[in-house]
């Protein structure tokens, strides 16, 4: 009985390889590029990962959809943002459909697994938002490569900033989970550095958003500045309260780009006016490249590109160069990753080089909100580069 | 922390108490009187705030979308009574858990489809758009303190339906015990359906007055779910009483929490439902 099970288990179980392309000999998978794109299509971040996506393929599409001369072919995994996935859909690109380069994700928690995927299986793995500091960091890893940022960058730049305006007692206040902390980390770094003092550290639970009681404190403190990081929904309601509490005006309002970025539509705007943030691009950077590729962008995909759009063209240009130096041999890994390592990324944000720990040595923008977008005032920090603490590479 | 600031402080928290006590009186009720674990209590939040969304988008006035948006909303409850709900009172908790959580899938899906899953603000009505001046630095939002305002004459109202009125009374008498509510000739059908569809409305409701001043948002409704149920644990399940005082609690703890020990406030609303738990199992207030 339980011999003849086994036999009509195995057969089963041959027949599911075989329909499912596992048994068919190796070169059937011809000779295209495969590469997985593992981004959140849906959920709170679908837009984003949309972002991405279009940045990336455009990047590709400019270049004649070839890598290093041979055709390519896409594998598109729906992330959904969810962390506990995260493992599975990366194994899934890998084991099944043996993609030759991941992209992917927008979600740290998702990244995660992504991270654990590539580091096991040694698969070459391009970051295109997530910006959670392990990856470029303590496990910082050889076929890893970030065209985004760390969590700390963007506020790190913020310190020289706001002691040039004379600012020299600040608030820090943000979500108390890991991006926010590494985001404070940032701050504290750079403000601390220039001579600023941070008189009170604030924090909620994310993603609450019951701002009034902090708001409050805020207004009794005094400090002549506030900086914070927020993103998404709770930003645009951290904008509002902030304003409606009488602080706007009063205590100039500083943050991490992420706080206005994509955010700043009619309703919004107003409560907007006059915060300064840094980040690595601002859709009103005036160069000539910024306006050829938001030309391009609007073109191909009838809306204006944000930062996420950018990151993955970047992701694809640095993709672009990597084969083209190994002509198109992507197993030839120590010639792609060395390639990769040098490459310099003429993107719409401006040119970024790779740091030792394979996250972007780039400039920073001080940008002030004005009307409904973020104006762009000027570089707050020239080629800025994480920490990399705890990475071995190099 | 000076006077000022400290009253401005349990201002903030009464405000804050009120608003939570909105939403966790639907829950309560719900589950004192049908016995019912709504998940998806959260999800009428956060449809009442896309409805403010919707309405104030179409016709330029919240006072319009608030009573639209609550006809519809009791509307929707009766019908969901009817449809579901009136089935599942005397399934266990883990059929209805399956079903409310469900919804909320097919709540977000819904809200998805209609509104995407962009985040999406909605205007502070111009009569109400004002501050007023407290301290040299803090002003009092006009709005907040009409939402204080509505929060207490809500709350009161229903203190007195529920203690006050016949109505009231058969409310109590069902949740006390609704096998002998309904020996005794209480048309015990219609009261869960009134009662279901009051609660919707109420969440509901609350969701439209946050929508100025809180953004709209997808899942909205799954942060504020979790804080009702603690108010309603800590409270007493059923007992509109306990989720008033409860929610005042909760409120408190929160705000003070928050600026006096930011590196806990995340846990201490939790302290205090385990603390309460310890001493009283059934909550404060067990009906």
Not at chain 1, 129 to 134: E, F, R, S, T
Not at chain 1, 258 to 266: A, N, Q, R, V, Y
Not at chain 1, 342 to 366: C, E, F
Request: hydrophobic share 50%.
């Amino acid at each position: 009985m339980t011999t003849r099970r086994l036999v009509l288990t195995r057969s089963a179980a041959l027949l599911g390889a075989a329909s499912s392309g596992l048994l068919l000999p190796a070169h059937a998978q011809s000779n295209k590029i495969r590469i997985g794109l593992m981004l959140p299509y849906t959920g709170t971040f679908a837009q984003l990962g949309q972002a991405c996506d279009n940045g990336f393929r455009m990047a590709l599409e400019e270049k004649g959809n070839k890598l290093g001369g041979r055709d390519i072919e896409y594998f598109k995994v729906d992330d959904e943002s969810e962390p506990s996935k995260g493992v599975e859909n990366a194994s899934k690109l890998v084991q099944r459909d043996k993609v030759d380069v991941l992209v992917g994700t927008v979600h740290s928690g998702v990244q995660m697994g992504i991270h654990k995927v590539a580091r096991e299986t040694g698969v070459l793995c391009i970051i295109p938002n997530a910006g959670m500091h392990a990856a470029t960091r303590a496990l910082c890893a050889p076929n890893v490569f970030r065209t985004s940022f760390t969590n700390s960058q963007p506020t790190l730049a913020l310190g020289k900033a706001m002691m040039a305006k004379g600012h020299k007692k600040a608030v820090w206040i943000t979500w108390k989970y890991a991006a926010g902390d590494e985001a404070g980390e940032g701050f504290k770094d750079g403000y601390l550095a220039a001579g600023g003092t941070i008189v009170k550290e604030l924090g909620l639970p994310f993603p609450n958003v019951e701002f009034q009681a902090l708001l409050t404190e805020i207004a009794s403190i005094k400090p002549d500045a506030v900086a914070c990081f927020f993103s998404g929904g709770g930003a645009a309601k951290f904008i509002r309260d902030y304003a409606a509490a009488g602080l706007k005006g009063k205590i100039p309002l500083y943050g991490s780009g992420f706080l206005t970025e994509g955010l700043l539509d009619d309703e919004l705007a107003p409560a907007a006016q006059g915060i300064m943030t840094t980040l690595h691009y601002s859709t009103s950077l005036a160069t000539k490249r910024n306006d050829a590729f938001r030309l391009a962008y609007a073109k191909a995909f009838k809306m204006q590109p944000d930062v996420y759009a950018v990151q993955g063209y970047d992701a694809g240009q640095l993709l672009l160069q990597g084969a083209a130096a190994v002509k198109g041999d992507l197993s030839n890994k120590k010639a792609l990753y060395s390639a990769m390592e040098a490459a310099v990324i003429d993107s719409p944000r401006g040119q970024w080089t790779m740091s030792k720990a394979h996250n972007p040595v780039q400039d920073m923008y001080l940008r002030e909100v004005k009307g409904k977008e973020n104006i762009v005032l000027g570089v707050a920090a020239k080629a800025l580069s994480d920490s990399g603490a705890g990475c071995k590479l190099g | 922390m000076d006077l000022a600031n400290f009253s401005i402080q349990l201002l903030n928290s009464v405000q804050y108490g009120l608003l939570l006590f909105l939403l966790a009186a639907g829950l309560t009720l719900i589950f004192g009187i049908m016995g019912v674990v709504n998940l998806a209590h959260g999800s009428f939040y956060m449809l009442g705030a896309y409805l403010a969304y919707a309405f104030t988008g179409a016709w330029g006035s919240l006072a319009l979308a608030v009573v639209a948006g609550t006809a519809l909303s009791i509307a929707l409850g009766w019908l969901l009574e009817k449809i579901l709900f009136k089935h599942f009172y005397h399934r266990s908790h883990l059929d209805q858990v399956l079903l409310t959580f469900g919804l909320i899938y097919i709540f977000e899906e819904l809200r998805s489809m209609l509104w995407g899953d962009d985040v999406h603000s909605v205007g502070i009505p111009a009569w109400l758009d004002w501050s007023i001046k407290l301290t040299e630095t803090l002003s009092y939002p006009a709005y907040r303190l009409f939402m204080l305002a509505i929060c207490s004459a809500l709350a009161l109202g229903l203190w007195l339906l529920i203690s006050k009125t016949k109505l009231g009374m058969k409310i109590r008498a069902g949740a006390f015990n609704s096998d002998m509510a309904q020996a005794m000739g209480v048309n015990i059908v219609r009261l869960h359906a009134l009662v279901f569809a009051m609660g919707v409305a109420l969440a509901a409701l609350a969701g439209m007055l946050i929508a100025p001043l809180s953004s709209v948002y997808p899942y909205m409704g799954s942060q504020v779910l979790i804080m009702c149920f603690v108010v309603v644990v800590i409270g007493g399940i059923g007992s509109v009483r306990g989720a008033l005082t409860a929610a005042l609690l909760v409120g408190l703890v929160d705000t003070f929490g928050k600026v006096l020990l930011p590196q806990f406030a995340s846990m201490l609303v939790y302290v205090l439902m385990a603390l309460v738990l310890l001493y009283k199992p059934e909550g404060l207030f067990k009906q």
